[in-house]
């Protein structure tokens, strides 16, 4: 017994110097490594290769995979912005400047059972870098090349705003006076595939790259539509589909998604913005 409870004693003395030597090295680097936090996800990372970033919050911490292959140029422009490796508009200044992006700014925008979003230096969400950059979007791999519109209610606004468009209907008087003619287009227009209609409506799509669908806890490009990115995001906090082929997906968040279920559930004023600020502190890349 003696022998055993001494054997015990060694591990257990030798378990807390190593757990005293990771904490030491973590407080001495100041930030943790990528290798540090795979075994901890809530989920496992699509491609250990892909970037994973850590979103320090005032509400908690949040890890995001970044697909470096859905998304290429996005997730190096998300990247670059964060670690200050790219150059940007400063608002107030109007001058060009490199330093990290994201760090102070704040969630502007929340819903619960939606999405929350971040990443505009003005925190009203007219904000951005100074620069807009296409969209990465395969619509096929999305299954918008064989879904007809009328058979996805989501898309049937897109199917109206091309017959607007294709009629040339500027009014609501001329809408009412062409309601037939409005009709017979409508009917035909909604036997299209939905990537048939967005492509009417200005977007382009890739078909080289493995896209994946608007999902819960995914993150994706807010923008004022077609190749409008620059540095706005937002993450789900449901899944919506409504919103495939509208927005890039470039990641998922893999660690603190109770996080971003308390953000998005935070009091919000009437353009949803938090009535305190929820404050994105830092977002780091890990090594």
Not at 153 to 178: H, P, T, W
Not at 189 to 214: C, H, N
Not at 230 to 252: C, E, R, W
């Amino acid at each position: 017994m003696i022998v055993t409870f001494g054997n015990m004693y060694k591990k257990t003395i030798a378990y807390l110097l190593m757990a005293a030597v990771a904490i030491f090295a973590t407080s001495v680097c100041g930030k943790e490594s990528k290798k540090s936090v795979l075994g901890s996800l809530e989920e496992k990372m699509q491609d250990e290769s892909n970037p994973l970033v850590l979103m320090k919050t005032s509400k908690g911490n949040i890890y995001i995979e970044l697909y470096k292959k859905a998304a290429p140029e996005t997730v190096d422009n998300f990247t670059g912005l964060a670690e200050g490796a790219k150059e940007f508009t400063e608002p107030q200044s109007n001058s060009r400047v490199k330093r990290p992006f994201f760090n102070g700014l704040i969630f502007h925008r929340v819903i619960p059972n939606f999405m929350i979003q971040g990443g505009d230096l003005l925190g009203n969400g007219s904000g951005g870098p100074g620069y807009r950059f296409q969209d990465e979007i395969n619509a096929d791999a999305l299954g918008l090349d064989k879904v007809k519109v009328k058979d996805n209610q989501y898309y049937q606004n897109d199917a109206a705003g091309m017959v607007f468009q294709k009629l040339q209907i500027k009014s609501n008087e001329e809408r009412m006076k062409r309601m037939k003619e409005i009709k017979a287009e409508f009917d035909k227009i909604s036997e299209l595939p939905v990537k048939t209609v967005l492509e009417a409506r200005g977007y382009i799509f890739d078909s080289s790259l493995p896209s994946v669908p608007m999902n819960k806890y995914t993150i994706a490009m807010a923008n004022a539509g077609p190749n409008t990115n620059g540095s706005q995001f937002f993450i789900n906090v449901v899944d919506n589909p409504y919103l495939n082929g509208k927005h890039t997906v470039f990641g998922k968040v893999v660690k603190g998604r109770k996080v971003c279920e308390d953000i998005s559930k935070v009091e919000k004023d009437n353009r949803d913005k938090p009535v305190n600020d929820v404050v994105i502190q830092e977002v780091i890349v890990l090594k």
